[in-house]
């Protein structure tokens, strides 16, 4: 089956300072990718998202860098904040338009 | 405000008993979706429905099954075959999938676990 890999599976940062996590999928045919950001007890809400027809994306302090050759995409939280501790999810869209979700990592922004 | 609403929050399921879980949608959508959460694994899909009385096996639909009589209504039988139904099962939708890069909308999730 195929699958996206995600890293790592938690993630420690200082308030202020930048997270990444990182995604890598497998077919080429994958043509969307959003970034799902969770809460305890909640369900995931759409973060982010982009096309592999661009390179980058920025909407705040969320950027999503995409490299198609590589078959890999991260997210990049700039200024962490408290608020921003969460569990992280990222997808890829296959051709029968479902999305194939990666493990999650789980964020924590340390005050 | 328009959103989706999964009954109930928490549920018990005793050996041989089947539940069914509770999905509802004022959004218009026109697809919905299970899936399967646990801890440290991603979303696995169970069912999904494009349109109203359609429905499609996802990943992992065995001991699953669902209805779509109504465009707002997605309910989940969890029934007696699914040897290991403790998990946090979440219901979604969206526009319709092929219209473009349609976000998924999610509810707050049941829990279920075994008695």
């Known amino acids: 089956q195929q699958q996206v890999k995600q890293s790592p599976q938690s993630l420690i940062v200082q308030k202020g300072g930048i997270s990444i996590i990182n995604c890598a999928y497998e077919n080429t045919a994958f043509d969307y990718f959003p970034w799902y950001q969770q809460f305890p007890g909640k369900g995931p809400a759409l973060l982010i998202a982009?096309?592999?027809d661009v390179s980058e994306k920025k909407e705040g302090r969320f950027t999503i860098s995409f490299n198609k050759s590589a078959k890999q995409f991260s997210l990049h939280i700039m200024d962490s904040q408290p608020g921003d501790s969460a569990t992280y999810f990222c997808a890829s869209r296959g051709s029968n338009y479902q999305l194939i979700w990666g493990a999650g990592t789980k964020l924590i922004i340390k005050p | 405000d328009g959103g989706i609403t999964q009954s109930p929050k928490y549920l018990f399921r005793k050996e041989g008993q089947n539940v069914t879980l509770s999905c509802e949608q004022n959004?218009?959508?026109?697809?919905m979706y299970w899936y399967r959460q646990d801890p440290g694994q991603g979303l696995r899909l169970i069912y999904y429905?494009?349109?109203?009385?359609?429905?499609q096996k996802g990943d992992i639909a065995e001991g699953y099954s669902v209805s779509r009589e109504k465009k707002e209504s997605f309910p989940l039988t969890v029934t007696s075959a699914q040897k290991n139904p403790t998990a946090f099962y979440l219901c979604a939708s969206s526009m319709e999938a092929r219209r473009g890069n349609q976000p998924q909308h999610f509810g707050d999730g049941t829990r279920l676990s075994i008695l």
């Open positions: 429905s494009q349109i109203v009385n359609d429905f």
């Open positions: 982009i096309r592999p």
């Open positions: 959004l218009n959508h026109d697809a």
